[in-house]
């Protein structure tokens, strides 16, 4: 059997004195897709920003290991660095600083931590356009300042974008498929399926089921609740989407 | 109140003592009375409240004279473009200019203040024979009386200094050690449809404190356009007043463009006045404060006539325990229909004891007018650093990130490239990380 990617056992975080997740587990091996489907309020947001390491939640019992490593007590940098990558469901606007410096800089921080060579502006500019064809953006985009005025689309694929550039093992989708239309959707998740590979492992989070028409998960994962109710294949989207939450028995979140 | 004449009198001896016409000692006279009416500012004088002058008051300066050191300047000026330069070195124009400048075009002069008033004074009688509007400025007034050399750009009719003329002034320490002064003037005069780029440079190289008291005075002419370039780099200890009076003809343009990188205390007073119809200022402004230093930029632009239009915008970062003051007046006169103004102040502070105040605002005596005005004061955004961090850039560079992109825009409004480039490198190096690295 493969490595374990992510070992999250037994979590349980808070925000501010609000528990949100209360006692989930999940193991992700390489080269898996695993989807976390749950209705609003069940924790998956939190889920995502307590594996990226964002400040404002807090870990109350239970942990994460990340290729054995205790993942909770890195730093978000350093986590970025050692292969975790979380795609935001708001990606953030930062006026002033240009797409292709911003994965410049990204690039060269995650080179140099696995001991890669960094790459110089020219031919990281290269580099960076020959991923852009990944997710058809166009390389216009690179010099534009990070996400600003960007539409909700175009936000997703430079999403996508950074996750080509910095290559990580572990991938965590949050809620990539709201706000794209059609056309979008098909457009980001070819990129992602291109990503797919032995060496690498998702963990698609999404409220409904139509990202995994095209990103076809290994196992699904119904989140309620702050815990993991009901795990199985990929036909549990299908009947969730046809069925709704409500004949899982699944308590309704704090929501 | 303080006798402030007192320290001052044997300069202004001095400086109305020497061959001149007697209608400049006039002048001359009549500045330091208006000086001496006003006083040294003090925390409670109108427009002078978190201006710390005292460190002014309280220095005893001696006048600035030759510098002890003579390993030059060479390289540390941030303008490396200018085809033309010409330094002010503790108070006086260095002879002969610098490099291998190309011969000023027709219609074009560049001389001392000094050299003039030698040479043929009767040709600045107009601007200097009538006493600067000093209400609010007694170090402008006292420039005016003390100030024997600084700089004089003419340009006629129709002509264009081709190429950006740069003026550096640069202190450094004198033999005796002990604190200096210079008071100095910088006099611009476009003619009709006249046009140039000033790239006005302050550069502190000494220890001891060197107090630069600057005069500026520009007038416009129909049609006229000058972009006014102003760097500011004194040193740990340098002090600058800095008094700027600009008359903006009928269409014409005036652009400043003002960077504080630097200084104990730069006190800028900035004064447009939109003379004729359809004239245009715009006023832009980024300052990076740190340490115990004190930037404090007041601007007044007044619409004196129909259709003018001002654009402004100053930020600042602050860290440590900088202290910025904006306050920044546009006055529409009666008659000033069809004013467009804006004035935004936005600032970043970074520290918990870093000090800013800001206070965009109108007077408003027209009743046809679009004016708009905003201050903000905020900090580096979690999420937009979380988002950094998130990709694996460090949070001291990610901190550095946003900085710069708060800053770059002032720097992007630069037409110069290679001063843009110059001052994208200053920005970078007064980063707070990056002073903590070189440590």
């Not at chain 1, 349980?12 to 989930?24: F, N, R, S, T, Y």
């Not at chain 2, 300052?287 to 619409?303: F, K, N, Q, S």
């Amino acid at each position: 059997m493969s490595n374990i990617v992510l070992k999250i056992d037994n979590l349980h975080a808070k925000v501010g004195d609000k528990p949100i997740l209360k006692g989930l587990s999940l193991e992700v091996r390489e080269g898996e897709v695993h989807a976390i489907m749950g209705p609003n309020g069940s924790g998956k947001s939190t889920l995502s920003y307590v594996l990226a390491g964002r400040d404002g939640y807090q870990v109350t019992e239970g942990g994460a290991s990340y290729l054995g490593k205790d993942l909770l007590a890195m730093a978000p940098e350093d986590r970025a660095r050692e292969g975790v990558f979380l795609a935001f469901q708001y990606p953030v606007e930062i006026p002033g600083v240009s797409n292709k410096y911003f994965l410049k800089a990204a690039y060269n921080a995650v080179a140099k931590h696995r001991g890669a060579p960094e790459l110089d502006a020219g031919p990281f500019l290269k580099f960076v356009k020959e991923k852009a064809k990944f997710v058809e953006m166009d390389p216009a985009f690179l010099n534009r300042s990070v996400n600003e005025g960007f539409s909700g689309g175009e936000k997703k694929r430079n999403e996508v974008l950074q996750m080509a550039v910095l290559e990580p093992r572990l991938a965590i989708l949050d809620e990539t498929d709201s706000g794209l239309d059609i056309d979008a959707l098909k457009i980001v998740a070819s990129g992602i399926n291109k990503m797919r590979g032995p060496g690498r492992a998702f963990v698609v989070v999404t409220h409904y089921q139509r990202l995994l028409d095209y990103v076809v998960p290994d196992f699904v994962h119904v989140l309620s609740g702050g815990r993991i109710v009901k795990s199985g294949g990929k036909e549990l989207a299908l009947q969730l989407e046809k069925e709704g939450y409500g004949w899982i028995g699944a308590e309704k979140a704090g929501a | 109140m303080t006798t402030p004449a007192a320290g001052f009198e044997s300069d202004l001896r001095r400086a109305a003592g020497a061959a001149q016409p007697p209608w400049l000692k006039t002048a001359r006279e009549a500045s330091f009375a208006a000086f001496a009416a006003q006083g040294f500012p003090t925390s409670k004088t109108e427009g002078w409240r978190r201006t710390p002058a005292d460190r002014i008051a309280k220095t005893p300066f001696e006048p600035a004279g030759r510098p002890a050191a003579r390993t030059g300047f060479a390289g540390k000026a941030l303008c490396p473009l200018a085809v033309r330069r010409i330094v002010v070195q503790n108070g006086r124009v260095l002879p002969g200019g610098e490099g291998t400048a190309p011969a000023l075009p027709a219609g074009v002069r560049v001389q001392a203040l000094s050299e003039v008033l030698r040479e043929e004074p009767e040709t600045l009688r107009p601007v200097l024979s009538a006493a600067p509007d000093a209400k609010g400025l007694p170090f402008g007034a006292l420039a005016a009386a003390l100030a024997e050399d600084g700089v004089v750009v003419r340009v006629a009719r129709h002509a264009r200094l081709d190429a950006p003329l740069g003026v550096l002034f640069v202190s450094d320490d004198a033999e005796s050690g002990r604190p200096q002064a210079a008071h100095l003037r910088l006099l611009v005069s476009l003619e009709e449809g006249a046009s140039a780029e000033l790239v006005v440079e302050s550069l502190g190289l000494g220890k001891a404190p060197f107090w630069t008291n600057l005069l500026t005075q520009a007038v416009l002419g129909e049609g006229a356009a000058l972009k006014h370039y102003r760097l500011q780099r004194e040193g740990e200890a340098g002090l600058l007043t800095e008094a700027a009076l600009v008359d903006v003809g009928r269409a014409a343009r005036y652009e400043s463009h003002a960077f504080d990188f630097g200084g104990a205390l730069a006190r800028g007073d900035l004064r447009v006045r939109l003379s004729g119809e359809g004239a245009d200022c715009a006023l832009n402004g980024l300052a990076l404060v740190r340490g115990a230093e004190v930037v404090d930029r007041h601007t007044v632009v007044e619409h004196a006539a129909v259709g003018g239009t001002t654009r402004e915008l100053y930020k600042a970062v602050l860290d440590e325990r900088g202290r910025f003051v904006f306050d920044g007046l546009v006055d529409v006169r009666p008659g000033a229909q069809k004013t467009d103004a804006s004035v935004y102040s936005k600032n970043l502070l970074l520290s918990e004891d870093a000090d800013v105040r800001t206070d965009p605002e109108f007077k408003i005596l027209a009743d046809d007018v679009s004016c708009k005005h905003g201050g903000a004061i905020g900090r580096l955004s979690p999420e937009s650093l979380f988002y950094l961090r998130s990709r694996g850039i460090g949070e001291a560079e990610a901190r550095r990130m946003l900085v710069y992109a708060f800053g770059s825009e002032m720097i992007e409004r630069v037409g110069l490239e290679p001063l843009r480039e110059a001052l994208t490198a200053a920005l970078h190096a007064r980063m707070p990380e990056a002073a903590e690295e070189a440590a």
